[in-house]
């Protein structure tokens, strides 16, 4: 099986695109593997010099070459030692991620997603929950990798599209700020907190001020991972001894 950038398990494939990008997406091993398998080459069709038609046989080319050596390895690949809870659609999606992983599929970067931070009414119950999800998942993931032997080949990064507000709304909840935590985890990551914890007495305009600017984690991560030195438009990115 060629080497695939990324695989998206959730529903949103928009940070993993780009023109040079082989993304595979699919919430679903056996239902992506079913529709690719529908795609199977007739036989002999040709494009007609028509530059459109070229495109899509060659997607439909890729998908046959990714979803045939996906089936290879997804069915040689153990199942994992603990069971995800299949409840909740981030169980799910960790339990095909770690699949992935542990059946050495070629691929960059898988990624999942867990909604619902949008608490702008009655916060508190909710985001404890969210969070108590998130923490369970997460460190069963560890523990799953660590069975398999390949948590120090893994890196784990949570990301949010906005953080929060620091003061509460009149509905018991918060709106949409600019500031927020990234987690990192891994068997190569130096724990602890990497830059200034944020003041809560020293806001702009009601939001916290963020103290390490996300494209440095991004270099930190493209550094220590891939062996690649990329600034993402930061003139002076800040070095993050993360790895």
């Known amino acids: 099986m060629e080497r695939v950038d990324s ?14 990008l082989r993304t595979i997406v699919m919430q679903d091993a056996e ?3 079913r529709q690719a398998n529908a795609l199977k080459d007739a036989g002999g069709m040709k494009d007609g010099g028509n530059p459109a ?6 997607v ?32 799910r999606q960790l339990d095909l991620a770690t699949r992935v992983v542990t059946a050495q599929v070629p691929v960059v970067a898988v990624k999942v997603a867990l909604g619902g931070f949008d608490t702008h009414a009655n916060q508190v119950q909710p985001h ?4 108590g999800f998130l923490a369970a998942n997460l460190a069963m993931l560890r523990r799953n990798l660590i069975a398999a032997n390949l948590w120090n080949d893994v890196l784990v990064m949570t990301y949010s599209e906005f953080g929060r507000r620091v ?11 600019t500031a927020a935590p990234l987690f990192v985890m891994g068997g190569g990551v130096k724990g602890g907190l990497h830059g200034a914890y944020p003041s809560l007495a020293d806001l702009a305009d009601g939001d ?10 991004f270099a930190a991560v ?21 790895l």
């Open 222 to 242: 493209a550094q220590g991972c891939w062996g690649q030195q990329r600034d993402f438009g930061l003139r002076q990115p800040q070095r993050l001894s993360l």
């Open 7 to 20: 695989i998206v398990i959730d529903t949103n494939s928009l940070p993993m695109m780009g023109p040079e």
């Open 53 to 58: 038609l070229r495109h899509l046989l060659a």
């Open 60 to 91: 439909r080319q890729e998908i046959n070459a990714a979803a045939k050596g996906l089936a290879d390895k997804l069915r040689a690949a153990a199942a994992p030692k603990e069971t995800y809870g299949q409840d909740l659609l981030l169980g």
């Open 167 to 177: 003061r509460q709304n009149a509905s018991g909840g918060t709106d949409h700020g």
């Open 128 to 131: 404890e929950r969210l969070l």
């Open 208 to 217: 916290l001020k963020h103290t390490v600017d996300f494209r440095s984690v």
């Open 31 to 33: 239902n992506f593997l």
